[in-house]
């Protein structure tokens, strides 16, 4: 992959559009450019930036590993690069819990609930499957509290 420009004359200005390009080899053989993304006007820190990004993708310049210490420690010595993270400023926005789904069908299964509701709730004619449909309610119950709109609406 590679960062190409494409050059056009506008009121008298020239614009500089930026899409990033891949080689493909076709089953004849022949090598043909495919556009991944188009960028449109950027300047040259994020031309920069999409290069160093298209080298990770690409596997150039290898893993690269990182250690995280806090900016008011001294890092050992190591063979990788260090960050530094004021720990201080850190804060967490819109956390999402992990685990909770796993949980909630988990109790359902404790409690056998399938058995209960299976003989209830035969999928649809159009193939809606409403034990399903159930399962997905009642966990978004649990997690949180009147979050069926939130489904309904997502």
Known sequence: MFVRAKR????GKEHRYWSVMENRRNPDGRVVQRQVLYLGEINDNQRAAWCRSIE????DSGPAPMALFPADREAPELNCEVVRVRVKDLSLHRPRQWGACWLALALWERLELDRFWAPRLRPSRQGTRWLDVLKTLVCYQLIDP?????????
């Open 8 to 11: 056009r004359f506008k009121d």
């Open 56 to 59: 990770v993708l690409r596997g």
């Open 146 to 154: 009147g979050s069926e709109w939130r489904l309904h609406r997502q």
